[in-house]
């Protein structure tokens, strides 16, 4: 309870007190959008890098190569793998987002079903091109 100052009214409030952020419990669809924050941020930082590989494989011959070098290593085919999931994941909750604009999906039922199939869908795309890579 607490007692406002100027009315002197006695106001129930069910809020906590403190918001410890390590110990709240989202549910799957708020994960699968801090993930497509995470994603979008990380996607838009790495622009930057990618025009330039892009840039430079396409410059010349001896670009491409160099390129193509970088990439046959496995931590860049892991890299790259992290950038796929990251792009997959991003575009199927920006699908799904446009879908909750649209009010298709928006009961609990079927927020909690699509945001399980972005997740699926999205890794299981990144295993497929992952496979591909390897």
């Known amino acids: ?5 100027d009315g002197g009214l006695i106001v129930a409030t069910s809020r906590p007190v403190s918001l410890n952020l390590l110990k709240i419990r989202l549910p799957l669809p ?3 959008s801090i993930m497509h924050r995470i ?6 930082l790495l622009i930057p890098f990618l025009l330039y590989v892009l840039q430079m494989s ?16 496995p931590v ?6 992290i950038v796929f999931w990251a792009y997959l994941h991003h575009f199927f909750m920006g699908l799904r ?7 298709i999906g928006v009961h609990l039922a079927q927020a909690r079903l699509t945001a399980k199939l972005v ?15 390897w």
């Open 1 to 5: 309870m607490a007692n406002a100052k």
């Open 30 to 32: 708020g994960i699968v």
């Open 39 to 44: 994603s979008g941020a990380f996607l838009f």
């Open 58 to 73: 396409l410059s010349s011959a001896e670009g491409f190569a160099t390129v193509r070098s970088w990439f046959a290593a």
């Open 76 to 81: 860049a085919k892991l890299a790259l793998l």
């Open 97 to 103: 987002y446009l879908a909750l604009d649209l009010d």
């Open 119 to 133: 997740l699926v869908v999205s890794i299981g795309l990144t295993l497929l091109i992952g496979v591909w890579l």
